[in-house]
Each structure stands twice: as structure tokens, then as C-alpha cells.
């Protein structure tokens, strides 16, 4: 499947989580969220940072001695986004390889639905909603926080 018929098809399917005019998450949410599903699916170990640019990737490559991460994108980023590149952090774990396809889909979906279960689709920029509840920043580090 090329890759643009797979974002339009996830696009189409996962609209609720993919609104890039009212889901547009902050920078603190972003992070976050992202060390949650990270933390569930025991994948601490990867290196989350924001770009300036418009994409979000996940990064591996053995060659140019990069490691593993997750960029996103500060100003473009949903909750889709978010699983999106985590899905592919978990297919490269299990199975050393991560591309658009089947495979990545099904694991996608599945990331989405734990996030939706957890409420982290509640958490948007939109003036009806607030992040009040998620916990702050610094409460990442700490060991006794509720992540």
C-alpha cells in the first residue's frame, strides 16, 4: 500500500483521533502521553523528542548510530499521531522491521484503542476541554507518580 493511501485510509478511519483542527495537542500533553503509552508497552527505553518542522518519525537506524526515537512535530502533533509512531516503535521491537502495512494497522489500532480506554483522547487544545487532570511535567521522573 503506498504511503499516501495509508494515510488517507488511517485518516478516514481514525478521524476522531486525527483532528488536526480541534486535537491538536500541546507540547507538555504531547510528552506526556507519549511517555505513558511508552511506559505500557515497556518501551522506556526510546528517546522522545519535539521538532520545529510539520512531521512526526520514528528514527532507528543501526548505521549512523542515531538509537532508537520519537520526534514530533510541536505545532501538527494529535492523539492518531502520537499512536501512529508509537505502533511503529512496537513492530520494530517485535519484529525488527516497521513499515505501513497490515501488520502496523492492526497495531495501531490497538494502540488507539488502549489510549481512547486510559481517556487520553479527552486531552485536546480545544476551548471545551482542559488538561487539568494530566499530571505535570516534572512528575515524569518520579518513580511513586501515578503514570
Known amino acids: 500500500m503506498g504511503y499516501l493511501k495509508y494515510y488517507e485510509k488511517e485518516n478516514e478511519i481514525f478521524s476522531d483521533v486525527n483532528d488536526y483542527v480541534n486535537g491538536l495537542l500541546d507540547i507538555n500533553t504531547i510528552l506526556i502521553i507519549a511517555k505513558k503509552l511508552l511506559k505500557h508497552?515497556?518501551?522506556?527505553f526510546l528517546h522522545v523528542e519535539l521538532s520545529k518542522g510539520?512531521?512526526?518519525s520514528f528514527v532507528f537506524s543501526k548505521t549512523w548510530n542515531v538509537g532508537?526515537?520519537?520526534?514530533f512535530s510541536k505545532s501538527r502533533t494529535t492523539l492518531g499521531v502520537i499512536c501512529h509512531e508509537v505502533a511503529h516503535a512496537i513492530e520494530y521491537e517485535k519484529y525488527q522491521i516497521s513499515?505501513?502495512?497490515k501488520r502496523h494497522f492492526r497495531i495501531m489500532k490497538g494502540v488507539i484503542n488502549y489510549s481512547k480506554r486510559r481517556g487520553?483522547?479527552?486531552y485536546t487544545n480545544s476551548k471545551e476541554q482542559s488538561i487539568?487532570?494530566?499530571p505535570k511535567p516534572f512528575e515524569l521522573n518520579n518513580p511513586k507518580s501515578n503514570l
Open 41 to 44: 508497552y515497556k518501551l522506556q
Open 132 to 134: 487539568q487532570s494530566l
Open 54 to 56: 510539520e512531521c512526526s
Open 68 to 71: 532508537l526515537k520519537l520526534k
Open 99 to 101: 513499515k505501513h502495512g
Open 120 to 122: 487520553y483522547n479527552k
